[in-house]
């Protein structure tokens, strides 16, 4: 009966016993509380890599709008993405850079689709068949006119790199992306200026 007595005092001041209690409030809390300031963090160097690829983007199209070529040895994409890892400080993985450019005639014209006849039945969009003006010179309709390329003096031209982020974050990958990578994209659309050492004025 001592034995027993002496258990259930033991028991009971276990029971009321706060000692530790802190530190097993942390170690409940520690691992939300980390998974959302790591979180906060990756959303913060998102918006940090989207806003500087943009710059970057601006800064290495600089050359397209003039029409030059970097010392006349680096070709145009890899002083662009030189210039694109610059800016992200080598976070975006160059070799999975996809850069689009292409040139139209106006700033009106950049995404707009190739001018068709619609005809019966009248749906409003393009169906196969249709009559339409080639401005790309493709040899199909296109859900847009723009030309490959940097275009002309006088042209616009749309920039455009698309790249992958890879996300660290568990919280983020459920809300984010797929696969653990986030699509992202920059672009600037820019007019070309008179080429002077190329003699395009």
Do not use: H
Not at 48 to 72: C, P
Request: with cysteine; charged share 20%.
């Amino acid at each position: 009966m001592e034995a027993f007595d002496r258990i259930r005092r033991d028991l009971r001041s276990c029971w009321t016993c706060s000692r530790g209690i802190s530190v097993l409030q942390f170690a409940l809390a520690a691992p939300i509380l980390f998974l959302l300031v790591f979180g906060v963090i990756e959303v913060a160097l998102i918006m940090f890599i989207s806003s500087a690829a943009e710059s970057a983007l601006k800064e290495a199209f600089r050359f397209g709008i003039t029409g030059q070529q970097v010392n006349g040895e680096v070709g145009r994409q890899q002083r662009i993405l030189d210039i694109l890892g610059d800016y992200t400080f080598g976070m975006i993985d160059r070799s999975q850079v996809v850069i689009t450019r292409n040139s139209y005639s106006s700033f009106s014209d950049v995404g707009q689709p190739e001018p068709f006849t619609d005809i019966e039945p009248l749906n409003g969009v393009y169906d196969p068949g249709e009559p339409f003006d080639d401005l790309n010179g493709s040899g199909r309709w296109e859900e847009d006119r723009g030309i490959e390329g940097i275009g002309n003096v006088g042209d616009a031209v749309l920039y455009r790199i698309d790249y992958e982020w890879e996300l660290f974050t568990p919280v983020v990958s459920l809300v984010l992306g797929s696969n653990g990578r986030l699509p992202m994209s920059a672009s600037i659309v820019l007019r070309n200026e008179c080429w002077v050492l190329t003699g395009n004025c």
